[in-house]
Nanobody, 125 residues
Framework: QVQLVESGGGLVQAGGSLRLSCAAS????????MGWFRQAPGKEREFVAV????????YYADSVKGRFTISRDNAKNTVYLQMNSLKREDTAVYYC??????????????????WGQGTQVTVSS
């Protein structure tokens, strides 16, 4: 069992930066691929980024590529999402996810095993 708790959300002006954190419980954190998703009001949840268990592989949605960076610290059981050059369209609730399958996070999020409660990110103009 893995419990995920996100933090770091807030209100930021367009062009600014935020870093989200997701702290995981459980001794098997390092065996899970980790991902970030987001859901804006009235829209479906969408994939943002994923990182492999080792941190050696990452993949991003086109909408955030070059602006967001996902990373992890297995010693701290934490995954991060550094968000730079934020835009109004980045406004959403951001969710952390964990699964044994890197591929599932990207192509089958409905199969992802664990989800956090979410943290709100609001980008103002």
């Amino acid at each position: 069992q893995v419990q995920l708790v996100e933090s770091g959300g807030g209100l930021v002006q367009a062009g600014g930066s935020l870093r989200l954190s997701c702290a995981a419980s459980g001794r098997t954190f390092s065996s899970y691929a980790m991902g970030w998703f987001r859901q804006a009001p009235g829209k479906e949840r969408e994939f943002v980024a994923v990182i492999s268990w080792s941190g050696g592989s990452t993949y991003y949605a086109d909408s955030v590529k070059g602006r967001f960076t996902i990373s992890r610290d297995n010693a701290k059981n934490t995954v991060y999402l550094q968000m730079n050059s934020l835009k109004r369209e980045d406004t959403a609730v951001y969710y952390c996810a964990a699964d044994g399958s890197y591929r599932s996070i990207v192509v089958a999020p409905s199969d992802v095993a664990y989800w956090g409660q979410g943290t709100q990110v609001t980008v103002s103009s």
